[in-house]
């Protein structure tokens, strides 16, 4: 069986600074993989390279995406074979209703694939059955990106997107960050009710206590630039007993 994400031995740079030396990671449809480690290890770096975010050099190894190689595509090309990654700092986009946002980038992905655009009031349906089941009031959407919007309005944003693009890699980094308990029960509803045999997620935390809502069927722990540790949930909970000091001496 052809992985869907398949990370070799990833080597990539910023600045000249080596950020990941050497990760290795695979994904498999219908999987919730978490992965877990202390500030600076590298993991938002890790969900940008792969998204295809500018500034990252890849020195070494290859990422296989559906056994293609995704560092070879563009990143719209990336988004329209099902590549999402939620970000961990959602930008706003002044003058550009989120509304118009989210058809013009649904539209743009379906064109990609050969699809059929979605029509205005097609559209318009969808979006208010996807808003309503995570809370999000339509005037939200009559705002520029992310503009004025809270902390929990940005991530349900993202949840949004992706229950509207349906890809087939979501990556959520740090969805967690900033978010209240109820918050992040919306958030995390909205992400567990994606959950399908076709598509697999990558949860980003630096807490255990997100993956209390969204359940990981692997932990990967990361620290300094690749992946130190695998194991089942039950690693997660380990963690946060233990800290991640001991996993320091494991990467140095
Ligand atoms: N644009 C950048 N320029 C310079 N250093 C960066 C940049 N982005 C990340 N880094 C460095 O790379 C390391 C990993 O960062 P990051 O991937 O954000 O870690 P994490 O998400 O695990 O907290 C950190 O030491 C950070 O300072
Ligand atoms: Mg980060």
């Known amino acids: 069986m052809t992985a869907l994400l398949q990370v ?19 994904v498999n449809a219908g999987e919730v993989h978490a992965i877990m ?14 998204a295809g975010k500018p500034g990252y050099e890849v020195t070494g190894g290859e990422i296989l995406f559906k056994g293609e190689d995704l560092l070879e595509m563009a990143p ?15 930008v706003e986009i002044p003058g550009v209703t989120t509304m118009n946002f989210l058809r013009t980038a649904l539209n743009a992905q379906r064109k990609a694939r050969g699809e059929s655009e979605f029509l205005v009031p097609e559209f318009l ?9 995570l809370n999000i009031p339509m005037d939200m959407l009559k705002r520029g990106v992310n503009v004025g919007f809270s902390g929990g309005e940005k991530k349900r944003n993202e949840v949004l997107q992706m229950a509207l693009f349906q890809p087939s890699l979501c990556i959520l980094d740090e969805m967690d960050s900033g978010l209240d308990i ?6 995390a509803d909205g992400v567990n009710a994606l959950r399908s045999p076709e598509r697999a997620m990558v949860v980003i935390t630096h807490y255990q206590r997100l ?8 932990v990967h722990v990361m620290s300094k630039g690749r992946v130190v540790k695998s194991g089942g949930k ?6 946060e007993a233990t800290g991640y000091a001991q996993y320091e001496d494991v990467a140095a």
């Open 182 to 187: 109820d918050a992040l029960r919306v958030a």
């Open 8 to 26: 070799n031995n990833l080597q990539v740079r910023v600045e000249d600074n080596e950020i990941l030396h050497g990760l290795t990671l695979t």
């Open 234 to 239: 039950e690693l997660a909970l380990e963690l």
């Open 211 to 218: 993956l209390n809502y969204i359940v990981p069927d692997f």
């Open 37 to 50: 480690g202390p500030n600076g290890s590298g993991k938002s770096t890790l969900s940008h390279v792969i």
């Open 125 to 133: 349906k969808k979006v208010r059955d996807v808003a309503a089941s």
């Open 76 to 90: 719209d090309v990336r988004a329209a074979r099902g590549v999402f990654l939620a970000f961990q700092y959602p």
